[in-house]
């Protein structure tokens, strides 16, 4: 089992930049492939980010290409989504996931994850 807590949420301007952090449990953390998705009100969950279990790759959803960055850093069980040039429309509540799969390819699909955190807020003001 696996547990992961987001932080990092908050308000912010459009053109401004914050960096989610999502903290995991447990020794194994570097066997899971890591993602971040939003769900604005109203909408359904999207894919924003993704990154291998090592990190050497990395996979992003169409509407933050060039803007947001995901890393991880396996020594502190933690990956990151760095998120610039931020624009209303980025509003959401962001979650992070764990693919506990083993596979080497980074999945948009949210049934691919198995442990999901509990979710923070953005929002971005215009």
């Known amino acids: 089992q696996v547990q992961l807590v987001e932080s990092g949420g908050g308000l912010v301007q459009a053109g401004g930049s914050l960096r989610l952090s999502c903290a995991a449990s447990?020794?194994?953390?570097?066997?899971?492939?890591m993602g971040w998705f939003r769900q604005a009100s109203g909408k359904e969950r999207e894919f924003v980010a993704g990154?291998?279990?090592?990190?050497?790759?990395?996979y992003y959803g169409d509407s933050v290409k060039g803007r947001f960055t995901i890393s991880r850093d396996n020594a502190k069980n933690t990956v990151y989504l760095q998120m610039n040039s931020l624009k209303p429309e980025d509003t959401a509540v962001y979650y992070c996931?764990?693919?506990?799969?083993?596979?080497?390819?980074?999945?948009?699909?949210?049934?691919?994850?198995?442990?999901w955190g509990q979710g923070t807020q953005i929002t971005v003001s215009s």
């Open positions: 996931a764990a693919d506990r799969s083993r596979r080497l390819t980074i999945s948009p699909i949210q049934s691919a994850y198995d442990y």
């Open positions: 990154v291998s279990r090592i990190g050497g790759s990395t």
């Open positions: 447990g020794r194994t953390f570097s066997i899971y492939a």
